[in-house]
Structures are given as C-alpha cells and as structure tokens.
Nanobody, 124 residues
C-alpha cells in the first residue's frame, strides 16, 4: 500500500505563486509516473503534470505549460509542483498520484494510488 501526503495548497491572488509537495511512503524509484491532477467543482478530474520517475522526463497539460514546473527529490521520495502566474481558473483540489504502469500518463485510470487532495484557490 502506498500513502501519498500532499501539502502546500492555499489561497492566493491571481498572478501569485504556490508550491505543492507530495511525499510517498515507499521508495518511488519503483513507480513509473508520479504527478498531479486537479478537480474543480462540477468538473471532471483533469491531468496537470507528471514526471517519469526513472528518467525525469516531464509532461504538462497545455493549460499550465510555461507556468507550472514539476520536479522530484529522489532522496525524499517527494514530487513538487511549482505554480506561478496563477489564474482563477486554476482553482481546484489538486491530487497527487502514482502509477506503476507505462500506459498513457494523461489518464486518471493509469494511476494506482492517490493522495487526499489539497485545495488551491486563486482569487481575482
């Protein structure tokens, strides 16, 4: 069983920044992807960003490209999401997730374990 603990959410004004963290309870070198999804009220969960753990290759949704940066700390089994130039439409619950599959990274069903979520609210 993998436990993922997110932190770093909060309330920020448009144009501001937040940094999310997600710590895994296992040695994440065994995972294939570790990344972030988000879900706004009344909407489906959507892909934000992920990192292919072994190689460090990163992937982003078009809506966050050039504003968000995903990174990892192997020694701490932790992935980070630096979010800059935040917009009100970024408001959502952000979920960390881990996949042990090489299937397409952008689908929620590819991921095997999920964190509890952290709220990000961007005011205009």
């Amino acid at each position: 069983q993998v436990q993922l603990v997110e932190s770093g959410g909060g309330l920020v004004q448009a144009g501001g920044s937040l940094r999310l963290s997600c710590a895994a309870s296992i040695r994440t070198f065994r995972c294939y992807y570790m990344g972030w999804f988000r879900q706004a009220p009344g909407k489906e969960r959507e892909f934000v960003s992920t990192i292919r753990w072994s190689e460090g290759t990163t992937y982003y949704a078009d809506s966050v490209k050039d504003r968000f940066t995903i990174s990892r700390d192997n020694a701490k089994n932790t992935v980070y999401l630096q979010m800059n130039s935040l917009k009100p439409e970024d408001t959502a619950v952000y979920y960390c997730a881990v996949s042990f599959s090489s299937a397409y990274y952008g689908r929620a069903r590819t991921y095997d374990y999920w964190g509890q979520g952290t709220q990000v609210t961007v005011s205009s």
